[in-house]
């Protein structure tokens, strides 16, 4: 396994913001998804494309993508909207996470799906890792919200 992968954390909004714009249209398997009650963890694997990697900009030539993983701790609850559950099947494909202050001094983090779905994770704080896993490949389809690339 390469070493040389994305590895971020976050403790706050601009933290998320910054995790948001990494994970811009990375397809998601819902049944990489997961809430460990217990652990007080929330889990997904992404497919993000890498950008920090492509060649150039203009044609996304050698545009590539790497698994990912997206771990939130001090998680007390996790819930799905119109993705068919947690550890469902078929894929989502992320827009955005926003975050908002719980009525409980906690924070509601909220992963938004293209298509309308939805993932909140309550927590007792931002607490995140953002982590490259395994070696980045030819991406296999082109992101949503990139410039128009050339064919």
């Known amino acids: ?29 819902l049944s990489e998804v997961t809430f460990l009650k217990e652990e007080k ?24 993508q790497v698994e990912c993983a997206l771990v939130f701790d001090e998680v007390s609850d996790a819930s799905a909207w119109d993705l068919g559950g947690l ?18 001094d906690g924070v509601a983090i909220t992963l938004v799906f293209h298509g309308g ?12 890792r953002l982590a490259d896993i395994g070696e980045a490949q030819p991406a296999d389809r082109r992101p949503r919200h990139a410039p128009t690339f050339d064919s």
């Open 41 to 64: 963890q929330f889990a997904a694997l992404f497919r993000r494309f890498c950008y920090e990697q492509m060649q150039d900009m203009v044609t996304g030539h050698g545009l590539m």
């Open 117 to 128: 779905g939805h993932i909140k994770v309550d927590a007792a704080r931002v607490t995140g």
């Open 87 to 104: 550890g469902g099947g078929g894929m989502a494909e992320l827009m955005t996470i926003v975050s908002d202050k719980a009525s409980d």
């Open 1 to 29: 396994m390469q070493d040389s992968g994305l590895k971020l954390k976050a403790t706050d909004d601009d933290d998320l913001e910054v995790f948001s714009t990494v994970l811009q249209d990375a397809s998601m398997p």
